[in-house]
């Protein structure tokens, strides 16, 4: 049993550098101030859910902290972004299975012990 606790804090840390990285990204940095401008949150408040890299961009799907979800596509080479879609969170968790679903657990656990809500 200590064995399989440590992994999940291993998962729990590893997952918790990623979004300080995903938000202190300099690439990322044109689309995150866009995002929380139009949609009135705080950098603190944005979790990277999925990324997806394609040949010429990348496809983003970001929680915004409390209850909605934003698709992005950022370019590869500049800063040229575009919002594809949004969603509640709700709608994005009952879609999720397997890896996905673990994967979000993790996620979410980092925003509950970040606004105090675990």
């Known amino acids: 049993m200590g064995e399989v606790r440590a992994a999940i804090e291993r998962d729990f840390l590893g997952e918790h ?14 689309l995150l101030q866009f995002i929380c401008e139009r949609y009135q949150v705080e950098r603190s408040d944005l979790y990277l ?6 040949q010429y961009e990348l496809s983003l799907l ?7 979800v934003v ?15 949004t969603g509640t969170i709700q709608t994005h968790k009952k879609s999720l299975r397997g890896r996905k679903a ?3 657990k993790i996620v979410e656990r980092i925003a509950l012990s970040e606004h ?3």
């Open 102 to 104: 673990k994967h979000f």
């Open 62 to 68: 970001i929680w915004l902290w409390p209850d909605r």
């Open 17 to 30: 550098e990623r979004q300080v990285d995903f938000r202190g990204d300099q690439h990322f940095a044109p």
């Open 49 to 54: 859910l999925e990324i997806t890299p394609d």
């Open 71 to 85: 698709g992005c596509e950022v370019a590869r080479e500049g800063s040229k972004f575009e919002i594809v879609g």
């Open 116 to 118: 105090d809500q675990s």
